[in-house]
């Protein structure tokens, strides 16, 4: 991972990665097992998913738990909160388009 010297910078290349937003926001509406989580992703490739997952977690935005399998961390759900926003605006973006 490339390291920059604004933290911001970091956090868009983590965020900029095909599929990590849409883990983000899976697991931000349910902690899932690796097979549920593929499901809902489309059923990604597992190796797709095995990488992304590793990033999240190395960057403290995803664990895993025994119990419940990934799910987002307090930063992953702190950082959910601030794209809420953009979800309210896009719904009613796309209901305005159609």
């Not at 965020?15 to 883990?23: H, N």
């Not at 059923?43 to 977690?57: A, C, F, M, V």
């Not at 119990?67 to 959910?80: Q, V």
Request: include cysteine.
């Amino acid at each position: 991972m490339t390291k920059h010297k604004r933290p911001i910078m970091e956090l868009i290349d983590i965020l900029g990665r095909k599929w990590v937003l849409r883990i983000l926001w899976e697991l931000h509406i349910q902690a899932s097992t690796f097979r549920e989580l593929q499901s809902r992703c489309g059923d990604l490739s597992p190796t797709i998913i095995n990488k992304r997952l590793k990033e999240l977690q190395e960057n403290t935005l995803v664990m895993k738990s025994a119990d419940k399998g990934y799910e987002l961390t307090e930063w992953g759900e702190e950082l959910i909160v601030m794209f809420l926003p953009f979800n309210d605006f896009s719904e009613r973006w796309q209901s305005a388009r159609s």
